[in-house]
């Protein structure tokens, strides 16, 4: 799925280069904006009935914690790293603030800045295609919390990786709780240092 | 902050939605291919920006980059600080025997 993402967004950048569709100049960013709000809806609808269906993992205070911790160390690598980079510690953040959800956190930056809008959608997707890497390596030597930690919001795809490679599948419901925790908090950490 | 709490607003009342209406089943399959057809939009949209945009062209290599580095930074981070939140919650565990070291 990660492939026809990257196809599609490839194919997007050659229209755009060639100066296909120009038409839809005017209207892109609102359609992104609400085809982003569609989508939340429908993910949101999907948790909702989850819980009802009596599905829904519950909520632990340590998930609460480790997602925080997670988030937390994203920002900190970033702010480490800036200095060390051609962006400022307020963009690093805003970055970070990303956590790997590219479709929704590339669409906000991209209204505040377009040139890093591209390092968003690069980290975001590294973090995610690196994770289905790591994770079922480290599952080996390492418990959930740390091991869930290195993919952020994007865990889902890289638990289920982990998951075919360890035996215990219930990283993948472990995953998808801190990554959903997560992914709460990445519009208003990208709405909070966009507006610092 | 107005996107912030816009997003929090659709998140809540579509859990309430979800949670309240019995029609509504979890992995429902027209759900996922709507959020697909949605993601493959968006992408495409972003992408044709992304390319239309001078300055992005300009800045593609340095900024694809920074991206790079920046998830590796953050990964990295994040790791070491849910490892430590990890250990002084729960402390040092043994290696579970036989489970983990039979993997391949």
């Known amino acids: ?196 | 902050m107005k996107i912030m709490l816009i997003y929090l607003v659709i998140m809540g009342a579509g859990i309430a939605l979800g949670y309240r209406s019995k029609r509504l089943k979890s992995a429902s399959r027209g759900r996922s291919l709507f959020q697909r057809a949605c993601l493959l939009v968006i992408l495409f949209l972003l992408g044709h920006q992304l390319g239309s945009d001078e300055e992005v062209v300009n800045a593609a290599t340095s900024m694809g980059l920074t991206g790079l580095l920046l998830s590796l930074a953050a990964m990295a981070a994040s790791f070491g600080v849910v490892l430590l939140l990890r250990i002084a919650l729960e402390g040092r565990k043994p290696p579970q025997s036989g489970e983990k070291e039979a993997r391949p």
């Open chain 1, 1 to 196: 799925m990660t492939f026809i993402l990257l196809a599609v967004l490839a194919a997007g950048f050659a229209c755009g280069r060639a100066g296909l569709l120009s038409f839809l100049e005017p209207y892109e960013s609102d359609i992104v904006l609400y085809a982003l709000y569609a989508m939340v809806t429908a993910v949101a609808v999907d948790i909702g009935a989850q819980y009802r269906e009596g599905r829904g993992e519950r909520l632990s205070t340590k998930i609460v914690l480790y997602a925080l911790a997670t988030v937390a160390g994203s920002l900190l690598g970033g702010l480490l790293l800036a200095p060390f980079l051609s962006v400022s510690a307020k963009d690093a953040l805003i970055v970070c603030s990303g956590m790997g959800w590219y479709s929704l956190s590339t669409g906000i930056v991209y209204a505040y800045s377009p040139s890093l809008s591209v390092a968003t959608f690069v980290y975001c997707v590294f973090r995610e295609v690196l994770a289905i890497f790591l994770m079922p390596l480290l599952i080996r030597r390492f418990e959930k919390p740390e091991v869930v930690a290195t993919g952020g919001s994007a865990t889902i795809n890289s638990s289920v990786a982990a998951a075919t490679v360890s035996g215990d599948s219930s990283i993948v419901l472990y995953g998808i709780l801190v990554g959903t925790v997560i992914s709460l908090l990445v519009p208003i950490l990208l709405g909070a240092f966009i507006s610092l």
